[in-house]
């Protein structure tokens, strides 16, 4: 248990379906992360919000929404996804400040799109 | 550009001694972390290092050069539990981590 939860573990949903990943970190962290893992493939940043405001979008498609209510939750918004998309979506906390910003992973949504 | 390069896979024997190296080359640089990835698990907190040298935990130890851009990590006494990923990243100037592709380690009886 690294503190950081995911849900669900797993989905699969067509193009057309709108579905959200969730993520609670109870680290009390102040940063949040929304990584794409693709097989061979380094670690993609989508998004990161810091004390709640989005300070990284990196060149991320619309059909991506995140959403960061407080500093305990974040929400991956999707819609009108392409088979491409699949891939496993990490979630990862940190404490910005502290020595060495180490992130906490969660264990991952592994997304299959149809 | 910003770069990480590792091996794709590497393999070992149980017992033996392996050393998994990374190149990186960022825009500023604030430390290199080494993070574990066993298949279908979250990436776990292996080391940090952020000045030249030697960095010894148990049966893992990472090495930085700051001059070179190359780190690496090495596993002593491997054992099976340790076949996994080992994923290399780099912090820039603005803090973010700049990952590579991972080393998929496989360990032999």
């Known amino acids: 248990e690294t503190g950081v939860t995911q849900t669900p573990r797993h989905l699969v949903m067509g193009m057309t379906n709108k579905k959200s990943l969730k993520c609670e970190q109870h680290?009390?962290?102040?940063?949040m992360y929304w990584y794409k893992q693709s097989a061979k493939k380094p670690l993609e940043l989508m998004f990161v919000?810091?004390?709640?405001?989005?300070?990284e979008n990196n060149s991320v498609p619309s059909r991506f929404s995140p959403e960061c209510p407080n500093s305990s939750h974040l929400f991956l918004h999707l819609h009108t996804l392409q088979p491409e998309d699949s891939a496993l979506y990490l979630c990862?906390?940190?404490?910005?400040?502290?020595?060495?910003?180490?992130?906490?992973f969660g264990p991952g949504t592994r997304l299959t799109v149809l | 550009g910003q770069n990480i390069d590792q091996p794709t896979e590497m393999t070992a024997t149980e017992g033996a001694i392996v050393q998994i190296n990374c190149t990186y080359q960022?825009?500023?640089?604030?430390?290199l972390f080494w993070y574990q990835q066993h298949a279908g698990e979250a990436p776990t907190f292996l080391s940090y290092?952020?000045l030249d040298g030697l960095e010894e935990k148990g049966r893992f130890s990472s090495f930085l050069s700051r001059s070179k851009g190359y780190s690496y990590l090495l596993l002593k006494e491997l054992q099976m539990k340790d076949s996994a990923s080992y994923l290399c990243?780099?912090?820039?100037?603005?803090?973010?981590?700049?990952w590579g592709a991972g080393t998929k380690l496989i360990i032999k009886p």
């Open positions: 990862a906390s940190s404490q910005v400040g502290r020595d060495y910003n180490e992130q906490f």
């Open positions: 680290l009390g962290h102040n940063a």
């Open positions: 919000y810091n004390f709640k405001e989005q300070t």
């Open positions: 960022t825009s500023g640089f604030n430390g």
């Open positions: 290092n952020v």
């Open positions: 990243a780099a912090m820039d100037s603005n803090y973010q981590l700049i």
